[in-house]
Structure formats: structure tokens, C-alpha cells
């Protein structure tokens, strides 16, 4: 298939849209982020990158913290809704209707109707052109309890949770098109699998 060639941007697609909560449990604010990604194992590090001239920016670079709150299918037009409007005029949590839960090892609240939150300490700003990066070590994950078995295993696809693909939110499709080397796994092993994880 023929290719053509465009000027450098970031296509980099599709992304996690995410809303960030800083702040504190009394003042606090939510922001929409999709420029955001896992940066190493253990101990398990993220980043957020966000404008400089965003609201959060500054309370981000005063407290040195966030939480990462999922999005599920349910909460995109809250979600939506916080990246486009400002928390300087008005109250994001009020508007939306969301509700704030206390974090366990960090100030900013943690959104209670997301499926999965990681609060986040910042080690680290890395100042850039456009936005400045937050890389934070995550101290704490919190999982809806429906989305883990009796064994432990999560089941992270019954979440809903959903996309950012070049300016379009997007569902994350729940049906599985293989494992994590699926590509060279043996017979007998498959069939383990599928005996322990009926469809």
C-alpha cells in the first residue's frame, strides 16, 4: 500500500484519555489528559505531559502529585467536558457531577466512579517546549472489585474503558486478538489456557 509522507506530528495513536485530579480534598481540580504512558516497571513509573498555560499546571508543580482516574464508556462526557473547560472559573467536580474519595498516599482525591485509579508522586519535571512532564512514581492502584476474580486475575476489559485517536474518543473493543506471545505458544499451553479462561 502506497504511503505519503506528512510533516512531523504526533500521531502517535491511539492513547489512554485519562482524567487527572490535583489539588486536595477540598480544593482540587480535574484535567483531561491522553498524552500520558507507562515509563518503567519497578519499582512502576508514569508522566503526564500538560501546557503550561493549563490551571492544573501550576497546582501540579505546587504539590508535586496526581491521580490517574480511568475512563470508562460511562464518564467520556465528563471527561470531555474537563478538557475543555478551565478550573479557574469553575468548579469541575460541581459541574460534572463526580464524586471526590480520599487517596491513601496522596492529596488530590481520587474520582470514585472511574474503574481504576493511580495516585502518583512526582520525582521529576521535565521542562519542554510546550508542556512540561510530570514523571511520577505510582504509590498506590485502586480496582473496582468487579473487574477481579477469585484468583486475582484482573478483567480489565470489562471496564469499558475507552480511546483518544486523533482528536476522536473510541471504544476499547473487549474482544481479545491474542495474548502477550500468543504467537509462539505451544499447543498444550493454549489449551490450558482456554481451560482456565473459558469464553
Known amino acids: 500500500m ?27 481540580n480535574i484535567i483531561t489528559i491522553a498524552w500520558t504512558g507507562i515509563i518503567n516497571s519497578k519499582p512502576p513509573m508514569t508522566y503526564i505531559s500538560v501546557k503550561k498555560s493549563r490551571y492544573s ?55 470514585k466512579e472511574s474503574p481504576i485509579n493511580i495516585e502518583c508522586k512526582v520525582f521529576e519535571v521535565k521542562e519542554l517546549p510546550s508542556h512540561d512532564m510530570f514523571l511520577a512514581e505510582i504509590v498506590a492502584v485502586h480496582v473496582n472489585e468487579e473487574l477481579i476474580d477469585k484468583s486475582g486475575k484482573y478483567w480489565l476489559e470489562k471496564a469499558d474503558l475507552i480511546a483518544f ?26 489449551k490450558k489456557l482456554n481451560k482456565r479462561n473459558p469464553k
Do not use: Q
Not at 502506497?2 to 482540587?28: C, D, F, H, Q
Open 57 to 111: 499546571h501550576g497546582i501540579l508543580l505546587k504539590n508535586m502529585e496526581f491521580v490517574i482516574n480511568l475512563t470508562s464508556e460511562n464518564l467520556i462526557k465528563s471527561m470531555d467536558f474537563c478538557g475543555v473547560k478551565s478550573g479557574k472559573e469553575i468548579d469541575k467536580f460541581h459541574e460534572t457531577k463526580l464524586t471526590k474519595e480520599d487517596a491513601d498516599k496522596v492529596r488530590a482525591p481520587l474520582i
Open 2 to 28: 502506497k504511503k505519503t509522507r506528512v510533516s512531523p506530528a504526533t500521531m502517535l495513536y491511539p492513547l489512554p484519555a485519562v482524567m487527572v485530579t490535583v489539588g486536595n480534598i477540598e480544593e482540587s
Open 165 to 190: 485517536n486523533h482528536g476522536g474518543y473510541y471504544r476499547v473493543n473487549n474482544k481479545p486478538l491474542g495474548r502477550f506471545g500468543y504467537s509462539i505458544m505451544k499447543k498444550k499451553t493454549k
